[in-house]
């Protein structure tokens, strides 16, 4: 079993930037993929950004060049650094990781969310 937790979530004005991070524990070196997702009021959950462990990443059209995801293989950590906010990146991000796949829209685990809100 793998537990993640994310930190960093809060509020930033239109423009702003903000980083998210998460932290793997348990069996983290089984895991392939590990990325974001997230999940505004009322919509689905999407995927975000994801990066492989050999650091191959992925973004979702709407967050390419704006986010940027990191990997930290040896403290099994993820990162998202998300710049130029919008209102419609408010949402519940939630971090996420797969042994096998990545971009993967059911990822093997979840972590709990943290909110980020984009407003004025």
């Known amino acids: 079993q793998v537990q993640l937790v994310e930190s960093g979530g809060g509020l930033v004005q239109p423009g702003g930037s903000l980083r998210l991070s998460c932290a793997a524990s348990g069996s983290s070196n089984s895991i392939y993929a590990m990325g974001w997702s997230r999940q505004a009021t009322g919509k689905q959950r999407e995927l975000v950004a994801s990066m492989t462990r050999s650091g191959v990443a992925r973004y979702a059209d709407s967050v390419k060049g704006r986010f940027a995801i990191s990997r930290d293989n040896d403290l099994n950590t993820v990162s998202l650094q998300m710049n130029s906010l919008k209102p419609e990146d408010t949402a519940v991000y939630y971090c996420?990781?797969?042994?096998?796949?990545?971009?993967?829209?059911?990822?093997?685990?979840w972590g709990k969310g943290t909110q980020v809100t984009v407003s004025s």
């Open positions: 996420n990781a797969d042994r096998y796949i990545q971009w993967s829209a059911k990822p093997d685990y």
